[in-house]
């Protein structure tokens, strides 16, 4: 049997969509899905590019990639971010998904990966990339509601929707609020989507990812029936020093929360406590139950368990190197890689259930139960 690769273009598309949809698991409705698609592949600002795999006018497999900009020991370089690999299970054993991924590894710009399948994570030594340090994941759950659908969700995707049986308004903890500003006259703005939150780069060693304008403008457009983004930039005496970026999830239960991107231009402890006390503050102002985050850097750590954050296990991180670039030592990385953020569990756990109540709707303009 022949196959051709190709890059996704004008003409592929119907067959790349048929594909997407096993590779996503879609089981929402077509409106939704063609708003998903649009947003995540046609109108994104990365030029990352996607492999694919065909067979008489079939796609059979398919490897995409965001290029993003990263800092490596203070440098600015673009980092290429694996993402969406798949082929259809008939096709696994002719290693179609590594013919794909080598091509893209042939691509200039070094890459990183981070979590992935049980698939993924076994495969990426056999390629000889280099294992990097773990990014932590967390989890703060303040609503019993839910952490019980979440678990369910996690572990008997049919059976979220039972978490609705726990009344919504008992709570398991409030985020720990911090200080207000450690140093200096503090105040947190509301970003707006096109206005520009500027900050001086951050001064870690190894590798740091970066939240430049055109993804935060990007992210902004996401669906509403997905997510809706909030982002707060922080002044201390007018002087921007640090920078959040969340999602408010519709879930079964009710609103789960993300926060995709921590950013301190300011490496005081008590700066990196306050951004992340005072967004998780609020996203629990705006209705969420739960609050994922992850996060790899030693000053991250200890602010989101001072806020009440658990660890709930690690992400294995891979690099794939470069000559003239070396492998970071270490990484300050979180859910800002490739489409990691994208909750498509909660998403696909709304559209299984049979029984939607009110939690399916989507978010208000304030990003809050309406």
């Not at 726990?166 to 006259?185: C, E, Q, T």
């Not at 993300?258 to 490496?267: F, M």
């Amino acid at each position: 049997m022949a196959f051709r690769l190709t890059q996704l273009n004008e003409t592929n598309r119907p067959a790349f969509e048929a594909l997407l949809e096993h590779a996503w698991g879609q089981n929402w409705g077509p409106d939704l899905a063609r708003a998903l698609i649009r947003w995540r592949y046609y109108d994104r600002p990365s030029g990352g590019g996607t492999w694919l795999a065909s067979s008489g006018g079939q796609c059979v497999a398919m490897l995409d990639s965001f290029v993003r900009p990263y800092l490596l020991d203070g440098r600015r370089i673009l980092v290429r971010e694996g993402s969406d690999w798949y082929c259809l299970p008939k096709y696994r054993p002719l290693g179609l998904g590594v013919r794909l991924m080598r091509e893209m590894m042939a691509c200039p710009e070094p890459m990183i990966s981070i979590g992935g399948s049980d698939a993924t994570v076994a495969m990426l030594p056999r390629l000889r990339w280099t294992r990097l340090p773990d990014v932590q994941k967390y989890v703060l759950p303040i609503k019993a509601r839910s952490l019980a659908g979440t678990l369910l969700r996690n572990r008997w995707p049919a059976g979220e929707g039972w978490a609705r049986a726990i009344p919504g308004f008992i709570p398991l903890r409030r985020p720990r609020r911090s200080a207000a500003a450690p140093i200096g006259v503090g105040r947190v703005a509301e970003w707006r989507p096109g206005t520009p939150a500027v900050l001086p780069a951050p001064q870690h060693r190894g590798l740091v990812q970066l939240l430049d304008q055109v993804d935060q403008d990007w992210r902004a457009r996401m669906p509403p029936g997905v997510a809706q983004q909030l982002g707060l930039v922080f002044f201390l005496d007018d002087t921007p020093v640090g920078f959040s970026l969340s999602q408010i999830e519709p879930a079964i239960t009710g609103f789960d929360g993300c926060i995709v991107h921590l950013e301190a231009a300011h490496q005081a402890q008590a700066v990196v406590d306050w951004v992340v006390a005072e967004t998780a503050s609020r996203l629990a102002a705006r209705g969420v139950g739960i609050i994922r985050c992850s996060a790899s850097s030693p000053e991250k750590g200890v602010a989101l368990r001072k806020v009440g954050f658990v660890a709930t296990g690690a992400l294995p991180s891979y690099w794939w190197p470069k000559t003239g670039v070396p492998t970071p030592s270490g990484t300050d990385a979180g859910y800002l890689r490739a489409d990691d953020a994208i909750p498509f569990p909660a998403l696909r756990g709304r559209h299984m259930a049979t029984s939607w109540g009110g939690s399916h709707r989507v978010l208000s303009s304030t990003g809050a139960a309406p």
